[in-house]
């Protein structure tokens, strides 16, 4: 399976900024997503981050406050922006392999003071 | 719409002794399905999947999973339960085509507490 990092591993941040969380795959794919898992909660879909173009954000996420790129095969950033308390979760990337399996990151902690 | 139920929040056993995760899901078509696991402090790792055939299918550490249509469930097990298997158990349901391909669908989780 791919191998995936994720920069930072945690952050604690003050309301109202912006943190950009990285996603590198050690192999390209197709189809790379972007979840959040709130506290006690499971995962929910944030965003499937395209190639080339823009992200395809499931209902509740909007571009504004979760911009994501993908500049190429291996490579993805979401941001958090204007950040409150609520937004304290862990992320997670995830890649598609074939046309069936999905392999997580090891997920961004992120608390939002 | 897609849903996933895992109806118990919490599974206790003994080391030693066979465990069993519920996972029942309402989703159209023939969905592929998923069980993940998540450690403290961990992302998730895949365990197995059901895509097609045998309705048994084996994965990781001695996990199995139990594919059954007519009951649309999908209940992980493991014959002989250890403390290390103690974490947290995702079942997910993935549609197979079309626009929504590689989409994962999560169940709320399930606790697993293996008790020396």
């Known amino acids: 399976s791919a191998v995936i990092s994720q920069k930072p591993s945690r952050d604690i941040c003050q309301r109202g900024t912006s943190l950009t969380i990285q996603c590198q795959v050690d192999?390209?794919?197709?189809?790379m997503f972007w979840y959040r898992q709130q506290p006690g909660q499971s995962l929910t879909l944030i965003a499937t981050?395209?190639?080339?173009?823009?992200?395809?954000?499931e209902s509740g996420f909007v571009i504004d406050k979760f911009p994501i790129s993908r500049p190429n095969l291996t490579f993805s950033t979401l941001t958090v922006s204007n950040m409150s308390p609520e937004d304290s979760s862990i992320y997670l990337c995830s890649v598609l392999q074939g046309q069936e399996t999905q392999y997580f990151g090891p997920g961004t902690r992120l608390l939002v003071l | 719409a897609q849903s996933v139920a895992q109806p118990e929040d919490q599974v206790n056993v003994a080391e030693g002794n066979p465990l069993t995760v519920k996972c029942t899901y309402s989703?159209?078509?023939?969905?592929?399905l998923f069980w993940y696991v998540q450690y403290p402090n961990r992302g998730l790792q895949f365990l197995l999947k059901?895509?097609?055939?045998?309705?048994l299918v084996k994965g990781s550490y001695g996990f199995e999973a139990e594919f059954n249509k007519s009951q649309t469930s999908f209940h992980l097990k493991k014959p002989s339960a250890l403390v290390s298997d103690s974490a947290l158990y995702f079942c997910?349901?993935?549609?197979?085509?079309?626009?929504?391909?590689?989409?994962?669908?999560f169940g709320r989780g399930t606790q697993l507490t293996v008790w020396p």
């Open positions: 997910a349901v993935s549609p197979p085509r079309g626009s929504t391909l590689g989409r994962l669908y």
């Open positions: 981050a395209n190639q080339g173009s823009e992200a395809t954000y």
């Open positions: 192999s390209q794919v197709t189809m």
């Open positions: 059901y895509i097609t055939g045998d309705n």
């Open positions: 989703v159209s078509g023939n969905p592929y």
